[in-house]
Each structure stands twice: as structure tokens, then as C-alpha cells.
């Protein structure tokens, strides 16, 4: 796809819609966890959940980097035709992937020991929680390979395979967790072998998709597993420099939502939950807003692994104009429909008076932050992943500069605030950085 007048709005539809919907089912696997030990569990094993749930959260969002560093890369190899070039990322990948998920499992134990003294619960559930750890983190090595294969399957533009395999991961996922911990009456533990075979199927099933993917571009006279382009040292060095940044890029966004959440806590347990409440309705925009963004990697990729500016062009601007006009009708139902949603999520009367306050600070975070995810696919998509790293240092420097000057004056209104601002400068500094991109196209 690296003809400009191959790019057109139908064709961002056509590739985003399968990464929605591959988006919205994610939080199928937690629901069908705690619809099925809220039914058949007991009141220590939804505990137990919860608490191993946050843990592998926090573990595997660091690790983010595989898939987005494998998706430039790969979307690059494709636009330049270098199908040699695109296995050797493919395996050079899901080999980090592979070191960084046995060094997990061999880490169990301090991993563990650290969790849980940050984390506090009940002795029983806190037995049960260590179990559900114990077993799952087996699923780390096909937890990790997975990212690398949905950044391939994003790089490649086949949306509608990675779906598919999302799919497949959640509907298995959910049958286990019935049988394991339903029929078989295991609670927390049934999740978690439920959980980790769920995890090694998906994985298979998705690198045999990926594998005939590859064998039927596979038109260069080297071998299949390209042996010395796996191992050379200057892509090698390309592919850990990315990882690195975005790593960097990942642990400061984490952090600043983080904070907004700690923040919230400390003007107590009304704010707390209703700020909560508020980041649902921003993390579910998120969804829709990130398949414009995985499409712009793709597309951005191609174009430039083909140096083709036009292609450039016609990737950013059209991804671009479809994320704005989603982030505004998103914004648009969250401001007029706002307290029938805060009414589905909540019936506290304390925390609903207050959201239907505070929702148009979630309406304006969400239509301004369309900018910032863009800017991230073109980035992640053109491998500029030092000026992404360098934004979310200046970003999150400003969040809390503001924060610091607005807290005292407007509270809770000031904490929304400097979060929008945060949102704003993560934009705005890659800003900067894009025409240096765009001319390093054009000097190529």
C-alpha cells in the first residue's frame, strides 16, 4: 500500500474496524473472570483475582515495547519489498520476546515477593493470589510473543487476522475459565490454568497465521529463517534502541495516570470513585482512537520503508482527519450522554452528582487527546522512537509543573486540568519533532 491513491478513507476504515473491535473485546477476558468466580467463587478467590490481575497488568504493560517497536520495523520492511528483511524482524523479535518471558518465569520469586509487599489483602487471599501468580506467570514467554505477533499483524495491515485471534484467545479463554473453575470447582486457580492455556493456544494459532503470512511473501532466493540477518548486530542494536525508548516513553505514561489516580485519593473516596468512573469513559475512547493510530504505524511504515513522501502524506493526513472526527463524536456523546453513562456505571448519588461535574473535563481530554495517539503511530511507524521518549519526559515535567501551580487554587478542577495539559504537551512536543521527520523522508 504505498501508493498515495491506494489510501484512501475507506481503506482507514476498512483496516481500523477489526482493531476496534480487537480493542473492545480485551476487557472481555477480565469480565468473564470475575462474572465466573462472582457465580461459582468465593468472596477470597474474586480477591485473589483482583490482586493477581493488577500484578500481571503492571508487569506486561512495561513490556508494551515488543509490540510497538516490532510494528515500525516490520511495516517498513513491507513498504521497501524486503520480504528477508521482515522475517529477520519477525524472529529477531520473538527471540527478545522469548529471553525477556523466561527471565520473567526465572524470576518468579522476587517478582512475587516485591508484588505483594506493595500490594496488601487478607492472609486468604493473599494464599490464593500467590497461587494464581505462580501459575500464571508460566503464560509470560506466550504472553510476550503474542505482542510481537499483533505488531507483526498490525505492520502488515492484516487487521482482520489479528482480530480473529483476539477472538480466539477470549472465547477459549472464557470456555476454560467455566470448566476449570466452574465445573471443576478450582475458583482462582482454574482461571489461572485456564488463563495460561489460553495464553500458549493463541500463541501458536497466531504464529502459524503469521508463519503462512511469511512463507507466501517469501519471493528471495535466502533461506526462511534468514540466519544471519537475525543476528546482525546493527539492526539488532536499531531493534533494542526503540525498545528502550518506547520502554521509557511506556513507564512515564503509566506513571502520569498513576498519579492522577493517587491524586484523586487524596480529596477522598468520593473523587477517588468518581474519577475512576470518569477514566473508564476516557480509556474506552481510547479503544476507538488507538485503531487509528495502529493503522497510521502501518501505513506511515510502508511509506516510509518505500520512501514514498506522498504515501507520507496521505497516511498521516487521512488517519489523521478520521481520529478527529471519531475523538469529536466521541467527545460529543460523552458530554450530552454523560450522566446516563455515569447512571449505568454507578447508583452512589455522592459520586454521580459529582461526574455529571466533572464529565466535561472528560469530554475536552478526550477530543485533544486524539492528537497525542496519532502522533504516536506516525512516530512508532517511522521508528522516531527517541523524540517519542524525549516527549514524554517534557510532557510529564509539564503535567506536574501545572499540577503543582493549579492544585491549590482550583482542586479537584485543577488536577483535570493539568492532566488535559499533559495530554496537550505530549502532542505538541512531537509536533516539533514531525517536520524534522517528514524532511528526513524528503533528504532520503
Known sequence: MNNPEQISYRTVARQAWPLILANCSVPL????????????????????????????????????????????????????????EIRAVVFRSLLLAGVLGIGLVALRSPLSQLAFSLLSGGADVEEIARTYFFLRIWGAPATLGMFVLTGV??????????????????????????????????????????????????????????????????????KFLVGQRLLNRTR?????????????????????????????????????ATNHILLQLVSFSAFFLDG??????SLVGKAVGARNLRAFDAAVRKTTVMALV???????????????????????????????DLVRFAAVYILLSFAAFQLDGIFIG??????????????TMGYLAVWWLFIGRFGVIGLWLSFIFYVCVRALALLV???????KLVSD
Not at 505514561?253 to 473516596?269: K, M
Not at 458530554?335 to 455529571?356: C, E, P, S
Not at 519533532?433 to 524532511?439: E, I, K, Q, V
Open 29 to 84: 477476558l477480565g469480565l468473564s473472570d470475575t462474572a465466573v468466580l462472582g457465580n461459582l467463587g468465593s468472596i477470597y478467590d474474586l480477591g485473589a483475582i483482583a490482586l493477581g490481575a493488577l500484578i500481571f497488568s503492571f508487569v506486561y504493560w512495561g513490556f508494551g515495547f515488543l509490540r510497538m517497536g516490532t510494528t515500525g520495523f516490520v511495516a517498513q520492511a513491507v513498504g521497501a519489498d524486503d520480504s528477508a
Open 153 to 222: 499483524l498490525i505492520g502488515m495491515g492484516e487487521t482482520r487476522k489479528l482480530l480473529l485471534v483476539q477472538l480466539v484467545l477470549n472465547l477459549l479463554n472464557i470456555v476454560l475459565d467455566i470448566y476449570f473453575a466452574g465445573f471443576l470447582g478450582q475458583g482462582a486457580r482454574g482461571i489461572a490454568v485456564g488463563t495460561l492455556l489460553s495464553e500458549w493456544f493463541a500463541l501458536l494459532f497466531a504464529l502459524t497465521l503469521v508463519v503462512r503470512l511469511l512463507r507466501n511473501c517469501h519471493t528471495d532466493g535466502e
Open 236 to 272: 539488532l542494536r536499531a531493534l533494542l534502541s526503540a525498545n528502550s525508548d518506547i520502554m521509557i516513553r511506556t513507564v512515564l505514561l503509566v506513571f502520569s495516570f498513576a498519579w492522577f489516580t493517587n491524586q484523586s485519593a487524596l480529596y477522598g473516596d468520593v473523587v477517588l
Open 292 to 297: 487509528f493510530a495502529f493503522v497510521g504505524e
Open 326 to 356: 471519531t475523538a469529536a463524536l466521541l467527545a460529543l456523546i460523552v458530554l450530552i450522554g454523560g450522566q446516563l453513562l455515569i447512571g449505568m456505571l454507578t447508583d452512589i448519588d455522592a459520586v454521580r452528582i459529582l461526574a455529571a
Open 382 to 395: 517511522a521508528t522516531h522512537t527517541r523524540e517519542m521518549r524525549h516527549a514524554a519526559v517534557v510532557s
Open 433 to 439: 519533532f514531525f517536520p524534522r521527520l517528514r524532511n
